[in-house]
């Protein structure tokens, strides 16, 4: 029920956007994205709250903070992580997920999973 996309490998420094783009209505709910690096945890990249009831406010971990932008098109039932100045840590697989809980970051509050689309940066 949720597609990601927009992965692939980037160099230092380079941006990417990841796209989320789910068979219901997204405005209801929490969107979330997180990564999985090898070898560790599922970690919380960013968050936009649910823009019916929660405004749409938006969280961003602290190694992510002015690179990274999260955001939505209602239109379309799509989410979006827009990255940017990426870093040899970024890499990882992403996924974005879909929660009725709001502002939170744990990821066994989120109901819906897509699929993870993995992101290298090399150069």
């Known amino acids: 029920q949720l597609q990601a996309s927009g992965g692939g490998l980037v160099p230092p420094g380079g941006s990417l956007r990841l796209s989320c783009t789910a068979s219901?209505?997204?405005?209801?709910?929490?969107i979330g994205w997180f990564r999985q690096a090898p070898g560790k945890e599922r970690e919380w990249v960013s968050i936009?709250?649910?823009?019916?009831?929660?405004?749409?406010?938006?969280r961003y971990t602290d190694s992510v903070k002015g690179r990274f932008i999260i955001s939505r098109d209602s239109t379309k039932n799509t989410a979006y992580l827009q990255m940017n100045s990426l870093k040899a840590e970024d890499a990882a697989v992403y996924y974005c997920?879909?929660?009725?809980?709001?502002?939170?970051?744990?990821?066994?509050?989120?109901?819906?999973w897509g699929r993870g689309t993995l992101v290298t940066v090399s150069s």
């Open positions: 219901f209505n997204l405005d209801y709910y929490t």
């Open positions: 936009m709250n649910g823009i019916i009831g929660n405004g749409g406010a938006t």
């Open positions: 997920a879909a929660s009725g809980h709001p502002n939170t970051v744990y990821a066994n509050e989120y109901e819906y």
